[in-house]
């Protein structure tokens, strides 16, 4: 069973810096990506990072490029993802979402193509 658990939300004032962390375990096959997403209060999910296994390549959105960095310990059946996030702004204010997806090569920040998603954690950015 595939059980995917994010944890490292917090509240932080504007300018600051907060480190998420996804543990993601119960599967075995190659070429997995893990991906972060956020939504925030009457908006959709949104793709903020992925990382693909294959070779640690990485894709960003626009709005946190420079500003989010996504890294990862890769083991063959479970891995443990983060992702940096710094220069934090309000508009970054959202429940931060971790998800896995199998056989994805390159990673993809669109929420369809992963299929085992976390509870989420609450980020709260301050003015």
């Known amino acids: 069973e595939v059980q995917v658990a994010e944890s490292g939300g917090g509240l932080v004032q504007a300018g600051g810096s907060l480190r998420l962390s996804c543990a993601a375990s119960?599967?075995?096959?190659?070429?997995?990506?893990i991906g972060w997403f956020r939504q925030a209060p009457g908006k959709g999910r949104e793709g903020v990072a992925c990382?693909?296994?294959?070779?640690?390549?990485?894709?960003?959105a626009d709005s946190v490029k420079d500003r989010f960095t996504m890294s990862s310990d890769n083991g063959k059946t479970q891995t443990t993802t983060y992702l940096q996030m710094n220069n934090l702004k309000p508009e970054d204010t959202a429940v931060y979402y971790c998800?896995?997806?199998?056989?994805?090569?390159?990673?993809?920040?669109?929420?369809?193509?992963?299929?085992?998603w976390g509870q989420g954690t609450q980020v709260t950015v301050s003015t």
């Open positions: 998800a896995a997806s199998f056989h994805l090569y390159p990673c993809s920040i669109v929420p369809g193509h992963y299929g085992s």
């Open positions: 119960g599967f075995i096959y190659p070429g997995y990506a």
């Open positions: 990382i693909a296994s294959d070779d640690g390549s990485t894709d960003y």
